[in-house]
C-alpha cells in the first residue's frame, strides 16, 4: 500500500470555474476526511466519511461544494464556481476505526490557486 | 469545544541546539493529542501521539513530547536540531472517546535550523 493518493497535486483555474479533486485513501481504512490549509494557518475540517456515508459537515463547505466517496473507496471533492477565496492546499486524511490510537495518515495534498 | 494554541509561529535555533516547541490545547473531555510534521508543499506526517498511555512520548527522528495534564501542555522538544529538522510542525487535539471526528489544529509552527 502506497498511502493516501491526492491526483491532481496542483491545479489552475479561472475563477468561476468548476474543479473536482480526487482522494485515494489507504485500502483498509474506512474513514475519509477532507481538510483545507489556506497559508500560514492549520488545516480546517471540512467534512468526513465512514465508508460511502457523509456524517459530518463543517460550516465551511459553503453550497459550492460537494464531496462523494461511492463505494466507500476512493472521494471527489468538487468545487462549483470557484472564487479566488478557495485557492488553497486541499488535504485528505484516512484512518480505521481506532482513529484515537493511529492518527490520520495525510495524502500530499492537492494545491488550487483560482486566478 | 476543542482548541489548540501554539506559541511561536516561528522559531530558531542553530544547528546541534535543542529544539522546543510548545502547544497548549482545550478540551472538555481527555484528549488524543498529535505532533505532525509538514514539509513544503508536502502533506503532513504524523511524529507522535499521546493516547493517554505513557505521557511522556517518543516518535519519529528523535522527537519526543511530555503530557501535562496540569499544563494542558503537549510541548515538543528535540535534544540536538538537525538540519533536516527545518519545517511547519502542527499540534493537534481530538476527543478520546470515538464520537469526535475531527482533529483541531494549531495555526503551526516554522522551525529553521541555523547552521
Known amino acids: 500500500d502506497t498511502g493516501v493518493s491526492q491526483d491532481p497535486r496542483h491545479k489552475i483555474t479561472k475563477r468561476g470555474q468548476n474543479v473536482t479533486f480526487r482522494c485515494d485513501p489507504i485500502?483498509?481504512?474506512?474513514?475519509l476526511y477532507w481538510y483545507r490549509q489556506t497559508l500560514g494557518q492549520g488545516p480546517e475540517f471540512l467534512t468526513y466519511?465512514?465508508?460511502?456515508?457523509?456524517?459530518?459537515k463543517s460550516r465551511l463547505l459553503s453550497d459550492r461544494f460537494s464531496a462523494e466517496r461511492p463505494k466507500g473507496s476512493f472521494s471527489t471533492l468538487e468545487i462549483q464556481r470557484t472564487e479566488q477565496g478557495d485557492s488553497a492546499m486541499y488535504l485528505c486524511?484516512?484512518?480505521?476505526?481506532?482513529?484515537?490510537?493511529?492518527?490520520?495518515?495525510f495524502g500530499s495534498g492537492t494545491r488550487l490557486t483560482v486566478v | 469545544a476543542q482548541s489548540v494554541t501554539q506559541l511561536g509561529s516561528h522559531v530558531s535555533v542553530s544547528e546541534g541546539a535543542l529544539v522546543l516547541l510548545r502547544c497548549n490545547y482545550s478540551?472538555?473531555?481527555?484528549?488524543?493529542l498529535f505532533w505532525y510534521v509538514q514539509y513544503p508543499n508536502q502533506g503532513l506526517q504524523l511524529l507522535l501521539k499521546?493516547?493517554?498511555?505513557?505521557?511522556l512520548v517518543k516518535g519519529i527522528n528523535g522527537f519526543e513530547a511530555e503530557f501535562k495534564k496540569s499544563e494542558t501542555s503537549f510541548h515538543l522538544t528535540k535534544p540536538s536540531a538537525h538540519m533536516s529538522d527545518a519545517a511547519e510542525y502542527f499540534c493537534?487535539?481530538?476527543?478520546?472517546?470515538?464520537?469526535?471526528?475531527?482533529?483541531?489544529f494549531g495555526t503551526g509552527t516554522s522551525l529553521t535550523v541555523i547552521p
Open positions: 486524511a484516512s484512518s480505521d476505526k481506532d482513529r484515537g490510537r493511529s492518527g490520520y495518515t
Open positions: 485500502s483498509e481504512h474506512n474513514r
Open positions: 466519511f465512514q465508508n460511502e456515508a457523509q456524517l459530518e
Open positions: 478540551s472538555s473531555v481527555p484528549p488524543y
Open positions: 499521546y493516547t493517554s498511555a505513557a505521557t
Open positions: 493537534a487535539v481530538s476527543e478520546s472517546k470515538d464520537t469526535g471526528n475531527q482533529f483541531y
